[in-house]
Antibody
Framework: EVQLVESGGGLVQPGGSLRLSCAASGFTFTKYWMTWVRQAPGKGLEWVANINQDGSEENYVDSVRGRFTISRDNAKNSLYLQMNSLRADDAALYYC?????????WGQGTLVTVSS | EIVLTQSPGTLSLSPGERATLSCRASQSVSSSYLAWYQQKPGQTPRVLIYGASSRATGVPDRFSGSGSGTDFTLTISRLEPEDFAVYYCQQYGSSPRTFGGGTKVEIK
């Protein structure tokens, strides 16, 4: 059974940093692109970033480029999102998903709150 | 970046009625790489359609997708009580991937 378990969310002040993790199991992690998608409270879905199988290619939405870094550790079957210079509009539930196209499997998300 | 505009924002219908949801792209979506998702309150999104018209595993055949280029449609032929939810389109033909703003299908 595919499982994606996000962690690392929490309350952070504007300008602060946070590192999200996603522990993956139930599939061959090294075969797939991985993606982060976020959803602000009461709002729609926003694609954030993805990374290819060996970590050599990354893509970002414009609003996070230069502040967020996606990475992966294939030995640990884990995906990460380093978030720096956080802003109020980064507050959201962050989901980890499999693939670079359409997304069949989603984690339950980890909540990031940005507030002073 | 391809901007996806979904309409209407809210659709008020009764069970048994037909729902037609629109997703319009700001530029052509490569190879009809468009997906549709359903999301209910407190739940993660569920993929319904990929490749504009292919139903995902386990999706009832009352859900159908159509379209190409810049205009796509999700049709629910006869609404069941469990279909009242928010629906999102998403393109994966170019980077960055993008989602539409969503259409809420509510009970009239």
């Amino acid at each position: 059974e595919v499982q994606l378990v996000e962690s690392g969310g929490g309350l952070v002040q504007p300008g602060g940093s946070l590192r999200l993790s996603c522990a993956a199991s139930g599939f061959t992690f090294t075969k797939y692109w991985m993606t982060w998608v976020r959803q602000a409270p009461g709002k729609g879905l926003e694609w954030v970033a993805n990374i290819n199988q060996d970590g050599s290619e990354e893509n970002y939405v414009d609003s996070v480029r230069g502040r967020f870094t996606i990475s992966r550790d294939n030995a640990k079957n884990s995906l990460y999102l380093q978030m720096n210079s956080l802003r109020a509009d980064d507050a959201a539930l962050y989901y980890c998903t499999i693939g670079s196209g359409w997304y069949e499997h989603w984690g339950q998300g980890t909540l990031v709150t940005v507030s002073s | 970046e391809i901007v996806l505009t979904q309409s209407p924002g809210t659709l008020s219908l009764s069970p048994g009625e037909r729902a037609t949801l629109s997703c319009r792209a700001s530029q052509s979506v490569s190879s009809s790489y468009l997906a549709w998702y359903q999301q209910k309150p407190g739940q993660t999104p569920r993929v319904l359609i990929y490749g504009a018209s292919s139903r995902a595993t386990g999706v009832p055949d009352r859900f159908s997708g159509s379209g190409s280029g810049t205009d796509f449609t999700l049709t629910i032929s006869r609404l069941e009580p469990e279909d009242f939810a928010v629906y999102y389109c998403q393109q994966y033909g170019s980077s960055p991937r993008t989602f539409g703003g969503g259409t809420k299908v509510e009970i009239k």
